[in-house]
């Protein structure tokens, strides 16, 4: 008997999710890169505290709005007219951030973080069911794990596009090229509207659920309300109390929660033990995305300034080719072009001196200081986003073919279980960034390059038990009728992550020994992964009953 294989719609969502990704992970390249760089270099100037808060609220936004994606497309519009309605909000907010005002920029992010809520929820929930016809249920993890890998070669694709048009034309063409990556997307999707028709099918929601627009506008109204009381919360109430931001997505994000939980409350005897599993799942990964998703902010401060980005000889000459490099010059460098808020004049009690305007020489070994008037070629900082993607890439398949061989044998853990290895094996990425710090002197040096990839090897390998695993439970055990609003319920959670993602990352500066802001983070994966633990049997034993 043949092998089954997987539907015939799966090349066409790959390549539509691979396109949308494409875009939004070239702009998360150089977002906080754009936010720090001083004005005369073309970027809006913010210290790196703001500039961590304005990502994190940001990526959070972005995951927030599924929610209401999730709804509109599970009860009215369908999530084939979602998905488009998405990309082409996406794609114009993309271009948008080409303009440098700051009215349009906030526009711009708004627009962004719209458009996700239509396509993010939509476009998973579709595959779902593309997997849930009988001959192709056994394959609905490999199937997420393909899907996933598609994600990544567009995110892997992206940074050097980024770097390219950055280094070569400027900040506005690098946006525009994400926005033309997201129209792309938008017309292969179209293309293979035929092959995902009947997977477009909504159940209509029970004679007792509320009606969608009640729903929207008493949790939009409250939400917006809360929202905006949190933003005011320390003016109004003199309590110090995080910052505006955080404050008001706080306030904002508690009508969303509870409603999730209303759900829950509401349910019939059937639907509670799955929704129940759902929940929890929701609020352990939480964690780990507030630790992924420094890959923007700590990490790449780390790539920027504590990173010896030096560029091989042998690389120099292909990389100057394409247009990939960067340089710095000694003492006379006349255009201030990164952040001046790396402060690493003191290190452990002692003063380094500072060169020029370029701080990436201040802590660079003195045998590799370019001559005065010399230009020091480096990898852009953007390309370093590019080795988490491709470790996905190279590692997908043999994730895939390596629980497909315990399937075989009667020996594949099951879906929760594999979160929670992703759970131990991220909190270990986070102590080969401790090494590093350790390794370069806490900054008096600069760390070797082998040390982000490595620990980027080893955080793959955690979400790849985790992310594409998380997307494939929530297929599986939601209640049909409100499966989207459930994929809006994972964005949610992934939501607060990035947010938390944002506030950890500014305490960045508040430690003196940078090893103890990874330790923290290390401490709060392995929480992570003690409560899934104590939650395992149960979550295999509720994963066992209802999905068959």
């Known amino acids: 008997m043949n092998e089954v294989k997987h539907p015939k719609a799966l090349p066409f969502l790959f390549l539509t999710e691979m396109w949308e990704r494409f875009g939004y992970y070239l702009i998360i390249a150089i977002f906080t890169l754009y936010l720090t760089a001083l004005p005369e270099a073309g970027g809006l100037g913010f210290d790196r505290k703001n500039a961590s808060d304005i990502y994190g609220t940001f990526i959070a936004l972005v995951y927030l709005t599924p929610f209401l994606g999730g709804i509109l497309a599970d009860r009215l519009l369908g999530y084939r007219a979602s998905i488009v309605i998405g990309g082409i909000l996406m794609g114009i907010g993309y271009i948008l951030l080409s303009v440098r005002d700051m009215g349009v920029f906030y526009m711009a992010l708004a627009i962004i973080i719209l458009g996700n809520g239509f396509f993010k929820p939509n476009i998973s929930t579709l595959l779902g069911n593309l997997y849930s016809e009988p ?76 009606k969608t627009w009640l729903i929207l506008g008493v949790v939009l109204l409250i939400s917006t309300a809360l929202g905006i009381f949190g933003f005011y919360f320390r003016k109004l109430t003199g309590i110090p109390f995080l910052g505006d931001s955080t404050n008001a997505f706080i306030f904002a994000a508690m009508p969303v929660i509870l409603f999730y939980v209303n759900i829950w409350r509401t349910a019939d005897k059937e639907e509670k033990s799955p929704l129940s599993a759902l929940l929890a799942i929701f609020g352990v990964v939480i964690i780990f ?44 460098d006349s255009v201030p072009k990164y952040d001046t808020q790396f402060r690493p004049e003191k290190q452990n009690g002692k003063t380094v001196k500072i060169y020029g305007q370029n701080p990436y020489l201040n802590n660079l070994p003195a045998e590799k200081h370019p001559k005065e008037g010399e230009k020091l070629l480096l990898v852009p900082t953007e390309l370093f986003q590019a080795v988490n993607p491709f470790w996905v890439v190279a590692l997908t398949p043999l994730v895939v073919g390596f629980f497909a061989w315990l399937r075989k044998r009667n020996k594949e853990p099951k879906t929760p279980t594999k979160i929670m290895y992703g759970l131990l094996i991220s909190a270990l990425s986070t102590l080969c960034m401790v090494g590093a710090v350790y390794a370069c002197g806490n900054g008096a040096t600069k760390a070797d390059m082998s040390w982000l990839i490595m620990t980027y090897f080893v955080i793959t390998v955690g979400e790849l038990c985790l992310s594409p695993m998380g997307l494939s439970l929530v297929s599986k055990l939601s209640p049909s009728r409100v499966t989207g609003l459930m994929m809006g319920g994972w964005s949610l959670a992934t939501s607060l992550g990035n947010k938390l993602s944002g506030v950890l990352a500014t305490l960045w500066d508040n430690y003196d020994n940078k090893a103890n802001f990874f330790w923290l983070n290390a401490v709060l994966l392995l929480f992570a992964t003690g409560l899934i633990l104590v939650l395992l049997k149960w979550l295999n034993r509720v994963f066992a009953e209802y999905v068959k």
């Not at 994400?178 to 028709?197: C, D, N, Q, R, S």
């Not at 990173?307 to 006379?332: E, F, I, N």
Request: proline fraction near 4%; charge should be positive; aromatic fraction near 16%.
């Open 135 to 210: 001959q192709f249920k056994e394959k609905k993890d490999a199937g997420y794990n393909i899907f996933y890998m598609g994600i990544n070669v567009g995110a892997f694709i992206c940074p050097f596009v980024a770097a390219y048009m950055r280094l070569k034309y400027g900040w506005g063409e690098a946006f525009i090229a994400a926005g033309v990556g997201m129209f792309l997307g938008v017309i292969i999707f179209l293309t293979g509207l035929k092959h995902y028709k009947s997977a477009d099918v909504r159940k209509p929601p029970r004679a007792d659920d509320n």
């Open 289 to 332: 995305w507030a630790v992924f998703k420094q890959n923007g902010t700590a990490l790449t401060t780390w790539s920027e300034y504590y990173t010896d980005r030096s560029m091989p000889a042998w690389l120099a000459s292909p990389m100057k080719g394409l247009g990939l490099t960067q340089t710095v010059t000694a003492k006379k």
